[in-house]
């Protein structure tokens, strides 16, 4: 019998203890139907809850948000869920959550958060660290990828750009760069024609000729190139630019150097695979994301800039209701190093699990990813028709049925078919993109409890379905 609730504040102890039991022990097992989507009865369900005038008892609630709410969702975090970046997290990044939803500190300043901003402050450090980025460096969690790239970027027009500059700038990307990138310039003011989409090598790395010719043209024109936004790690394949060359064309042209490592900058704390990412060490900025290969629960971004007094050039401001709460030296207000004034403490959470499981555990994790891919990829040579158009990278692996015969559109149009049958099936998540032109099946496998045997079924349940699409395309 669960005590009455007087304030939205005063909620029985006893209850609140049986109720995070409740939620734990409803995500202890994965179900085994990977992707569930409300149908039109269960969406008329949810539609029909409404909010009562008095209050229901706790546990009858949770029972229904897991029942019938949470129960439709794509488990991002099953073994065998490879579709996007998956979010394979830890049950401790939760604890971490609930932790830092418990206590709640306002971590945008030091009078309300010390203690989480100067733990916050340690992880950016020693994140850093394992970049190879400068002392000088710093840095600050937010939501995630869109919101590092966004905020790395206005520092980039700030350092780069007088505020009447601005119309004539020009930032580059590669065909392969994520979206939220173009999206974040956007934000800020930049309009489609002052992003240049640089073409991809047949590695899908950026193409230093095509960029440096770009570049020439840009400044032939009268127009004022300010930035390139290299990638550790590109969604699509796994593909790292060639950050080397890029911090060369950029030192040469005084132009600002983003590296986007939301999904691949984790390999830094593999020392066996670390050295991929040689040329990170001398970015302007760097995005990376928790919530992706660092194992943790969303809305756990970091980003950083290797000259911290650039990110409070381009966020402090000072307004009379925020004076009693000035920094000393070795103290941070977060707010003005970031967009947000009122923030959580998203890195707690990462400390959380990597103080309980460890560098070393976080680093295998990470490589076991590798290790995944190449399974799936051995799986594939062993049935005829499948196509690799992009070889295991950073736990990517990219592929496409072909037959003799069909035309280009047939052929997208099985390995659609086969995406659909993929997530009808419930066993394993393979969607697809577009490589090239091509419709191609892409499996991205980060988590560090899939296995050996849960690669190569994924390959053999995906060769059935194309089996049996194929025949209807023979027919
Ligand atoms: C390379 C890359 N950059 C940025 C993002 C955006 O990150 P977020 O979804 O955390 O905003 C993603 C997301 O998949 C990504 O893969």
């Known amino acids: 019998m669960e005590a009455e609730i007087k304030t939205p504040t005063q909620v029985n102890l006893n209850d609140l203890e049986a109720a995070a039991l409740q939620v734990l022990r409803s995500r202890a097992t994965p179900q085994p139907q990977v992707v569930r989507m409300a149908d039109d009865a269960a969406l008329a369900i949810l539609r029909a809850i409404g909010i009562p005038r008095k209050g229901r008892?706790?546990?009858?609630?949770?029972?229904?948000m897991v029942e019938k709410v949470y129960y439709h969702r794509a488990q991002a975090d099953h073994p065998r869920f490879f579709a996007f970046v998956p979010g394979p997290c830890s049950p401790l990044s939760a604890i971490g959550d609930l932790l830092t939803a418990t206590y709640n500190p306002h971590a945008g300043n030091w009078l309300e958060s010390s203690g989480p901003s100067c733990i916050e402050q340690q992880l950016?450090?020693?994140l850093a660290d394992n970049l190879g980025l400068p002392q000088s460096c710093g840095g600050l969690f937010v939501s995630g990828g869109s919101m590092a790239n966004l905020t790395a970027l206005a520092v980039a027009r700030d350092q780069k750009l007088q505020a009447h500059e601005r119309s004539k700038g020009v930032a580059y990307v590669s065909e392969q760069t994520h979206s939220s990138v173009a999206k974040g310039l956007k934000i800020i003011g930049f309009l489609p024609d002052q992003i240049r989409r640089i073409k991809c090598d047949s590695k899908f790395q950026l193409d230093m000729d095509d960029l440096k010719a770009a570049v020439a043209e840009d400044k032939m024109a009268g127009r004022?190139?300010?930035?390139?936004?290299a990638s550790a790690g590109t969604t699509n394949t796994g593909s790292i630019d060639p950050l080397v060359n890029i911090r060369s064309l950029c030192d040469q042209e005084n132009l600002w150097m983003h590296v986007d490592g939301a999904y691949g900058a984790s390999i830094a704390l593999s020392s066996r695979y670390r050295y991929m990412l040689r040329g990170i060490e001398t970015a302007d900025s760097v995005s990376w994301d928790g919530h992706k290969w660092l194992f943790q629960t969303y809305g756990c971004g970091m980003v950083m800039v290797r000259d911290k007094t650039h990110l409070t050039a381009s966020f402090h401001t000072r307004p009379e209701y925020l004076r009693d709460t000035e920094t000393d030296e070795g103290q941070i207000n977060f707010w003005d190093i970031g967009v947000e004034l009122t923030r959580p403490a998203r890195g707690l959470k990462l400390w959380l699990t990597l103080q309980v499981v460890g560098a070393d555990a976080m680093a295998a994790g990470i490589e076991h990813g590798f290790q995944l891919a190449r399974w799936a990829q051995d799986e594939l040579k062993q049935h005829p028709g499948w196509e690799v158009i992009s070889s295991a990278q950073l736990a990517i692996v990219n592929f496409r049925y072909v037959s003799p015969?069909?035309?280009d559109s047939q052929i997208d149009t099985v390995n659609k078919k086969i995406a659909q049958r993929s997530l009808q099936d419930g066993y394993a998540t393979v969607l697809t993109t577009v490589l090239n032109g091509q419709t191609v099946l892409r499996v991205c496998a980060i988590h560090p409890d899939a296995t050996e045997d849960d690669m190569r079924q994924t390959i053999c349940k995906l060769t059935e379905f194309a089996v049996s699409e194929s025949a209807l395309v023979n027919e």
């Open 224 to 229: 004022l190139p300010f930035a390139v936004i």
């Open 405 to 407: 015969g069909w035309s």
């Open 124 to 126: 950016i450090r020693w």
């Open 57 to 64: 008892p706790l546990t009858e609630v949770i029972q229904e």
